[in-house]
């Protein structure tokens, strides 16, 4: 596909200049700076959660004492489709915040998904190696349980334990990066909050750091498939 400019509408192409999109004018007749390709990362602390994560940490201990390997086998079951008050509670937040994500974009049409979730428990010394969700639009993850760091024993000042780190998708994009240029740091690192939904691009690689302390950390990730239709195509 040839390149398109991003004032140039025949092609589908979205017009800069629109007053939002990609970029802004910073002033009247001043050069315009497009920013392009943002990476959308959607964060919110649902109302309501401490009672949630409460039944929610309770479930999901209670479905990990019967299942061996039970984060590890994270296809066994689908966690939104729980017959469980708490879990429905989860699958209709999870739900409006992919809604949320869908209108901060310009996707002005209506788009059908599911959720494929599942439970996470992290205990002393766990962590997630850096991924990415392959074959789904969209991923998340909701936080139940989340150590306080005061119980983490003192040692090395660059350990981030229990913090969820995002990466640049645009390969080696800080190499000649110099201070305060946008492309500086390629690593976003989050340490989420109890309560806390994200959703992101599945293609985003991420690494969810090891938990230092005694207590376990208690996530539900899930996946975001589209129900296919043709009008999707741009
Ligand atoms: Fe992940």
Redesign the pocket.
């Given at each position: 596909m040839a390149k398109r400019d991003g004032r140039d509408r025949r092609g589908g192409g979205r017009d800069g200049g629109r007053g939002g999109g990609r970029g802004a004018a910073k002033g009247g007749g001043g050069p315009l700076i497009e920013k392009l390709w943002p990476t959308h990362l959607l964060r919110h602390r649902l109302p309501g959660f401490e009672a949630a994560n409460a039944a929610l940490a309770e479930v999901i201990l209670a479905q990990e004492a019967g299942q061996a390997g039970f984060t590890t086998a994270y296809l066994d079951q689908n966690f939104m489709q729980l017959d469980h008050p708490a879990a429905q509670w989860l699958s209709q937040c999870a739900n409006k915040a992919v809604a949320d994500y869908v209108a901060a974009t310009d996707i002005d049409y209506d788009v059908e998904w599911s959720l494929q979730g599942w439970a996470n428990i992290n205990r002393l010394g766990d962590y997630?190696n850096l991924?990415?969700?392959p074959h789904s639009w969209l991923?998340g993850?909701y936080y139940v349980s989340v150590p306080d760091e005061d119980r983490v024993p003192p040692g090395r000042t660059d350990r981030n334990p229990g913090a969820i780190s995002f990466f640049d998708p645009r390969g080696q994009a800080n190499m000649n990066a110099i201070k305060g240029d946008p492309q500086v740091d390629p690593e976003f690192r989050v340490t989420p909050q109890p309560g806390e939904i994200m959703i992101w691009p599945a293609f985003l690689h991420?690494f969810?750091h090891q938990n230092l302390s005694d207590r376990p950390r208690i996530s539900v990730?899930f996946n975001v498939v589209l129900k296919w239709k043709d009008a999707y195509i741009p």
């Open positions: 997630h991924h990415n969700h991923s993850t991420h969810v990730s």
